[in-house]
């Protein structure tokens, strides 16, 4: 059983931090570790009082938050917490990267937007058999898109997206000048050339894109998810798609990863990729930079940032 230290104990010791890189610029009393976890004995979870779960490890990494009974904040490397939440408990501050992942995950937005419309994955096929497929395909250009969760990623979609010949929308949780209110949405759906998708997960998000609203789709729209699959049905998707009406671009699912047997794969009408709008090659730098400004904050007892209020979202 581990036993919880008190409060005096623990400032009496190097305060101790589990993160998966060790070599961070970090206040003179700190101490870095990234021990498999598995291998750590219950003395040393103990020990542990901030915790940064690997990136992209998932609910299993995500699990060991319950595994530390000292835990004072965990900071986690990606935008969305969602699946953090359930391991939250009492005492420990919750804070998220927002702004770690902004421009990498606004560039696969527009990427796949461009690959979509303009044919990449019919040429990637046809060059795969050797075979010339002239063809008209949709331009961005002229184009009405709807960005859905206009936060700090939307923000650095949009500005990429200034530079073409578009009318863009924007939507968010609390409408002000210039960005409409999530519940306008079903207003201008008809509208929408191509809606992209950036909200987080939340009871209020989960299937916001459901039958209806795919049913609300001009014929040739295209859909751009890069928040969470579970923001859009996904058996209502598959059936929309199977139509050939509308088309998507998915860098999440529900569920994800997504099985070799689902139907998804299988719709030429649908692009693909595997949850990698924040896993650039410009994460890294920003993930640390992150990560050391917060663990000097903590050291100068001010307040940290992107603090998440998880026991709100509970209720």
């Not at 915790?51 to 969305?80: E, R, S």
Request: include cysteine; charged fraction near 25%; charge should be negative.
């Amino acid at each position: 059983m581990i036993v919880k230290q008190s409060e005096e104990q623990l400032l009496e010791s190097d305060l101790k931090v589990w993160c998966q890189w060790t070599d961070l610029k970090v206040p003179k009393n700190f101490t870095l570790t990234n021990k498999p976890l598995a291998t750590m004995t219950a003395a040393e979870r103990n020990e542990i009082q901030i915790y940064v779960p690997q990136y992209m490890g998932g609910t299993k990494a995500l699990a060991h938050i319950q595994d530390f009974a000292n835990v004072k904040i965990v900071q986690l490397l990606m935008a969305g917490y969602d699946d953090a939440l359930e391991y939250m408990r009492t005492g420990v501050t919750l804070c998220n990267a927002t702004g770690v992942h902004n421009d990498s995950t606004a560039e696969l937005a527009l990427a796949l937007t461009l690959a979509s419309l303009r044919g990449i994955p019919d040429f990637v096929r046809n060059q795969a058999v050797a075979t010339w497929g002239h063809k008209k395909y949709p331009s961005l250009s002229d184009k009405t898109i709807g960005i859905v969760g206009y936060g700090s990623i939307g923000k650095s979609l949009a500005h990429l997206l200034s530079v073409f010949p578009v009318n863009i929308l924007k939507f968010a949780r609390t409408p002000k000048e210039g960005v409409l209110g999530i519940e306008d949405l079903d207003n201008y759906l008809s509208n929408l050339d191509v809606i992209i998708l950036l909200v987080p997960l939340s009871p209020e998000t989960k299937k916001l894109i459901d039958s209806k609203r795919l049913a609300s789709l001009k014929d040739g729209a295209l859909l751009v998810n890069v928040a969470r699959g579970g923001v859009v049905d996904s058996e209502a998707l598959v059936t929309e798609l199977a139509t050939g009406r509308i088309f998507a671009a998915l860098d999440v699912t529900d569920p994800e990863p997504l099985p070799a047997d689902h139907p998804l794969w299988g719709l030429k009408n649908c692009l693909i990729s595997p949850h990698v709008g924040g896993d650039s090659g410009a994460f890294e730098k920003r993930g640390r930079r992150l990560i050391e400004e917060q663990l000097q904050r903590f050291h100068d007892e001010e307040e940290l940032i992107n603090i998440i209020d998880w026991v709100n979202l509970q209720k």
